[in-house]
């Protein structure tokens, strides 16, 4: 990055103070001296630009004071990213269940809730419990709702990213086109400026694999996340950024047939998710006797080892398994992430029996299956964190310092 003076592409809006914010958010450059170095500014020029990003809260420098210069001279003062000039709402939908927060702009959770919301109700009903929600945990976080710069959701279904809206879900019934990010944007009380707030709507297996990738893998440029809870999906995150596909289908490997007779919530036969999520294994559970209706019951039977939960876990860890060596085969991840209610030994010991013995050794020489490290918080932390990049990419940065007068 050092000593790339006059880098071309934008012009000159390629070094304006979005870009030099960036460098500091990515850690790339953290000094004035760093930054004149990666981008070929003069002293004076940086200093102007980053006094605009200081004038908007949006930049501090560090806590840690001054640090020696490499070189001997006068000490250069660290500059870090002001987390704390806003906030961000998170929200995490799943069918029976959700979960929402209030976050800093560098992901610290400030107030967080979970309870029972039925997506089925549909998303008047459930959209405006979840703006109830939102102005409770502003409350508890001590922060009004003028300071939220915008909101992030999660949704169990196929999203249109352009539109924030879900497309065909198999599992939403009445959310099909829905324009979620007008009723939320007006889901705040007493939100003077409701409509200028930015509410990103996206896959929870994306914004999972988008929070895991950032927080314990950011150096890993092909990540796979899958989940396995009541149905079967799966997030790709390549060079840092969500992979979609053409119209946000991709990573839906819940419904690829595996060819067995099992009637799918989509209404085919034969979907993965029809015989190896966690609602099947609960389905089978429950015609053997056992009590289980979901993903989350089939999780409690395996923390309490029971027998025939963990034997049929480790069957559908070994179907999973089986479509996941085609994934990796096409994508050669470095980091295979298994996440949701039957992420536990026996289902990955099931995953890799299967991938191992499938996949070319080419595509997992390097590859680490692991679990997931944020557990039931890694699709809040996702949503956040698409949303400060949204909001602080270097071309939107300049708009909106613009629009502050700064
Ligand atoms: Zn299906």
Redo the contacts with the bound molecule.
Sequence with gaps: MAGRPGRTGRGGSQTGAGDLLELVRSGRATTRGALQQATGLSRATVGQRLDRLFRAGWLREGAGGPVDSPRGGRPSITLEFDGSHAVVLAADLDTRHARAAVLTLTGELLAEHSGTLVVEDGPESVLGELGRWFGELLEKAGHRAEEVCGIGLAVPGPVDSETGRVVQP?IMPGWDGYDIRGRLSRALPEHTGASTVPVLVDNDANLMAYGEQRTGHRDCSAFVLVKVSTGIGAGVVVDGSIYRGIDGGAGDI??IRVGAEAL???G?YG?L??VASGGAVARRLAGAGVPAASGSDVRDLLAAGHPEATALAREAGRQVGDVLATVVTLLNPGVLMIAGDLAGTPFLTGVRELLYQRALPRSTAHLDVVTSQLGERAALVGAGALVVEHLYAPDRAEERLAALGV
């Design positions: 198999p819940g419904h799918c919530r989509c085919s979907c998710a029809a």
